[in-house]
């Protein structure tokens, strides 16, 4: 599994675009990324995840840079229910099994 | 569909009591998983099966113990439980490994005392 950083918290205003980095330097070729999110103390919920392309979806858009070292989580329009722990994964191609880190802690303020 | 199913959503245990933590998933999904988070910390994999009768550990494996006799049911057996072991335990379930997000239950949460 590629190890992860991401930065520990980030505050956006609601309604702007929400960018979340994230660095996976050490991702080999088939590894995806994949983002995920905490809200309170539920379930993680999946977010988005891709290869090599940019990937978009209702709820969000995935940038990965070229060399696949990094990757940006863009949230378009943030609400108040955006609030959240916010994590970036490369999990092992052959179990998927998941690596938490400490995540990205996103405030939305009105 | 329902998704993943968990119970019991919150348990308090004596230590050294045993319990079965179930979880259920209808999406036919091969791979399922156990995480448990402490607070204020992300989840770590406790142990995880990539089909009926096969399970392997994860990265807290020790206190607990797996089966998975049909791919819908994945039960978590803590024997002899310790404070230690006081946590949010989630299941999960993918189709498969790469390329494939997992879907989690809503938890059980556990207190050992």
């Known amino acids: 599994d590629a190890k992860t950083t991401q930065p520990t918290s980030m505050d956006c205003a609601e309604g702007r675009a929400a960018n979340l980095p994230c660095n996976h330097s050490?991702?080999?070729?088939?590894?995806?990324v994949y983002w995920y999110r905490q809200i309170h103390s539920q379930g993680p919920q999946y977010i988005i995840h891709?290869?090599?392309n940019n990937e978009t979806n209702e709820m969000a858009s995935l940038i990965i840079t070229e060399d696949r070292k990094s990757s940006t989580l863009i949230l378009p329009h943030a609400t108040l229910r955006d609030t959240a722990v916010y994590y970036c994964?490369?999990?092992?191609?052959?179990?998927?099994?998941?690596?938490f880190g400490q995540g990205t802690t996103l405030q939305v303020k009105p | 569909n329902a998704g993943v199913t968990q119970t019991p959503k919150f348990r308090i245990l004596k230590i050294g009591q045993s319990m079965t933590l179930q979880c259920t998933q209808d999406?036919?999904?091969?791979?399922m998983y156990w995480y448990r988070q402490d607070p204020g910390m992300g989840l770590k994999l406790i142990y995880y099966?990539?089909?009926?009768?096969?399970?392997d550990k994860g990265e807290v494996p020790n206190g607990y113990n797996v089966s998975r006799s049909t791919t819908e049911d994945f039960p978590l057996r803590l024997e002899l439980a310790a404070p230690s072991q006081t946590s949010v335990y989630f299941c999960?379930?993918?189709?498969?490994?790469?390329?494939?997000?997992?879907?989690f239950g809503p938890g059980t949460r556990l207190t050992v005392t």
């Open positions: 999960a379930s993918s189709y498969e490994a790469g390329g494939y997000e997992q879907y």
């Open positions: 050490t991702i080999s070729g088939n590894e995806y």
């Open positions: 891709g290869l090599k």
């Open positions: 994964i490369a999990p092992s191609g052959n179990t998927g099994k998941l690596i």
């Open positions: 999406m036919n999904h091969n791979y």
């Open positions: 099966s990539v089909g009926a009768g096969i399970t």
